[in-house]
């Protein structure tokens, strides 16, 4: 895949035209990870970066780690520009391999360990990915046999090492023998693209989202700063590092500001609940639902958590009655909703100061100019409904795809985001729901957030999801996955639901004209609700009924 002194085709030009705004106007950073990680190890050594039920790692733990593994996988044959993927849970060993790979300009493709061989096969093979790290065994799967299941079928695929497991292609062995190696230390570009990211896939084939060191730091450096972070203070990390959201404040954000990460390998709202109070966790950045089950479990406990100060949810929508009930349950906490995507992180940063913004919107745009247009591209003004568009210094760069990146960012620059808000004075964002959410009854369209956000209130319902099904005469009618609070009766609660929607005053052809009850919602590793699972759910109980 090219040598030392080569970038892989697969990579645009850096900064790619819709970044070199930024670049020119000097809004990112000028070091990368990297650089930054070898001066805490220098300075602050013995400061503690890591915490996960094996111990505390410090910074120039973590530091000698990754010198002894970029030398190492240097040794293997792997150059600058190399993309080598992980697939692990959130493990210190993945923020080790993070570092080794800025230090010697490796591109890194995070996988969710949720996949198996058919998504693997995909993102490998698009990246053109030259290795993977992935455990031996985890949760009884044997994660080595399927990678090499998908090796056979990917040439370019040459190395599989393990992680926790044995052999020479074993992490502990890869440290050892790249600690008697010359360090594999290079001068990076921090535009250089560092990460090939794919997204969840929920309305078809995963995109590969670039970013650049200096993007990845861009957010990161605003994070912090907007949520008053800094040396010694303890984050909580649940949501998987090999997502955008736990890659930068769990991986990342200690060897850029000096943090704590605490690493949760599955979530447990009590196992939260007593990490947060061993170690003074601050705050943490995770899906919805992990906030109400710590909520609830703070309440049920009369522990109301007085060191951690913030709670960032997203990733799916947020009721306004889920950041309500949260705040009383903490001492000094304040939870709110953020709104970002892998393409574009973080474009607000929510409302830590202001209890009702907070619950109303998804925060304050911070670090980005926004739209809101309609359907011809026009622009909208505050207050109303339309598409949001987003640019910004930590955008991506675009998409492995170029044809992709062509289709997504237009020509000032903007993202389509496909998501629909609206945007009100104080500049603050508020999530509608998605384009293709849109249910279109009769020719009229229907927002499935607004209906989840009042079914939300009902007291019996614990979470929910309105998606679109098939209707023989309005084309789409209006269908609701409800998930019930505790011992709740489903017998006579679809009725009981739809007059409770009823007399919110909505419309009454936003009434769900079916209710499904189940136990659960089916969801992304980053707690998105696959709504394309359910409409196929929908529609298949409907044709079997019809006897198709």
Same mark, same amino acid.
């Given at each position: 895949?090219?040598?030392?002194n080569t ?12 970044q070199?705004a930024?670049?020119d ?11 930054r990680?070898? +001066?805490?190890?220098q300075s602050?050594p013995d400061d503690?970066?890591l915490?996960?039920?094996m111990?505390a ?17 240097? /040794?293997?044959g ?5 993309v080598?993927a ?6 210190r060993e993945?923020?080790v ?6 230090l010697?300009g490796?591109?890194?493709n995070p =996988? ?5 061989d !058919? ?10 990915? %030259? ?5 031996h ?9 399927m990678?090499?299941?998908?090796q056979a079928?990917?040439?370019e695929l040459t190395? =599989?090492f393990?992680v ?8 502990? !062995?890869l ?8 360090s ?5 570009d921090?535009?250089s693209?560092s990460?090939v ?5 929920t309305t078809g %084939?995963? $995109? ?9 730091g861009r957010?990161i450096?605003?994070s /912090?700063a907007?949520?008053g972070?800094g040396?010694?203070d303890a #984050?909580?990390?649940?949501s ?11 991986l990342? #954000?200690?060897f850029?500001? &000096?943090?704590?990460?605490?690493? #949760?390998?599955s979530?447990?709202?009590?196992? @939260?609940?007593?990490l ?10 995770a ?5 109400v089950?710590?909520a609830?479990a703070a309440l049920?406990?009369d522990d !109301?958590?007085?060191a951690?100060r ?7 929508a947020? @009721?306004?009655?889920v950041?309500a009930?949260?705040? $009383? ?11 970002g995507?892998?393409?574009?992180p ?7 100061d202001?209890?009702?913004?907070? !619950?109303?919107?998804?925060?304050r745009?911070?670090d ?6 309609d359907?011809a591209g026009?622009?909208l003004p505050?207050?109303?409904? &339309? ?7 930590a955008?991506m /760069?675009?998409?492995a795809d170029?044809?992709q990146?062509? *289709?997504?960012i237009? @020509?000032?620059?903007y993202?389509?985001t496909?998501?629909?808000?609206l945007?009100?004075?104080r ?6 729901g %998605?384009k293709?959410d ?10 499935a957030? *607004?209906?989840e956000?009042?079914?939300l209130?009902?007291?019996a319902? @614990?979470?929910c999801?309105?998606?679109?099904m098939?209707?023989p005469?309005?084309g789409e009618?209006?269908?609701a ?5 505790g011992p709740?009766?489903?017998?006579g ?5 739809? *007059? ?5 005053g909505?419309? $009454?052809? $936003? ?5 499904? #009850?189940v ?8 707690g998105k609700?696959?709504k394309?699972?359910l409409?196929? +759910?929908?529609?298949q109980?409907?044709?079997? *009924?019809a006897g198709g």
């Open positions: 895949m090219g040598d030392s970038i892989p085709r697969l990579w645009p030009d850096v900064p790619a035209p819709h070199r930024f670049a106007g000097g809004l990112w950073p000028t070091r990368t990870i990297a650089d990680a070898q +001066d805490w190890a602050w503690i970066c915490i996960d039920p111990g790692m410090t910074m120039g733990q973590v530091w000698r780690e990754a010198m002894a593994l970029a030398s190492a996988l240097r /040794a293997r792997l150059v600058r520009g190399d080598v992980f697939q692990l849970p959130n493990w993945a923020a391999l993070n570092m080794a790979a800025a010697s490796l591109v890194l =996988i969710v360990p949720i996949y198996r !058919a998504e693997m096969r995909i993102m490998l093979g698009d990246c053109r990915a %030259r290795a993977i790290f992935v455990p065994i985890f949760r009884k799967l044997d994660y080595l046999a990678a090499r299941r998908v079928g990917l040439p190395h =599989i393990t926790r497991g044995e052999g020479g292609d074993d992490y502990a !062995a440290i050892e023998a790249g600690a008697a190696l010359p594999a230390r290079e001068a990076i921090p535009q693209i990460m990211l794919y997204t969840s896939g %084939r995963p $995109k590969g989202v670039l970013h650049s060191h200096a993007t990845l957010i450096e605003q /912090a907007h949520w972070l040396r010694g #984050m909580l990390m649940p998987p590092v090999t997502h955008v959201s736990g890659y930068a404040n769990g990342a #954000m200690p850029v500001v &000096g943090t704590q990460t605490v690493l #949760m390998e979530w447990n709202a009590d196992e @939260a609940l007593a947060i109070n061993r170690h003074q966790v601050v705050g943490t950045v899906a919805t639902p992990f906030l089950e710590l609830h049920a406990a !109301a958590l007085p951690l913030f709670f960032a949810c997203g990733g799916a947020v @009721a306004p009655e950041i009930r949260a705040r $009383k349950a903490f001492a000094h906490c304040a939870p709110f909703r953020v709104f995507s892998s393409e574009v973080l474009v607000t940063f929510g409302w830590p202001d209890p009702d913004l907070a !619950a109303a919107t998804d925060g745009i911070v980005y100019q926004v739209r809101i247009v359907e026009h622009d505050d207050g109303r409904e &339309g598409e949001i568009l987003a640019r910004g210094p955008m /760069a675009g998409y170029p044809a990146t062509e *289709e997504a237009d @020509a000032q620059g993202f389509r496909g998501d629909l808000g945007r009100d004075a500049g603050g964002l508020t999530i509608t %998605r293709k849109l249910i279109i009854r009769g020719g009229e369209n229907i927002s957030t *607004e209906i956000q009042v079914l209130t009902h007291p319902v @614990a979470d999801a309105v998606v679109a098939p209707h005469r309005l009618g209006v269908c996955y409800v998930v019930l609070q709740a009766q489903a017998q609660l679809a009725t009981e639901l739809a *007059e409770h929607v009823a007399q919110s909505m419309a $009454k052809q $936003k009434i769900p004209e079916r209710f499904e #009850m136990e659960s919602l089916p969801r992304t590793a980053s609700i696959r394309d699972r409409r196929e +759910d929908i529609a109980r409907i044709r079997q *009924e």
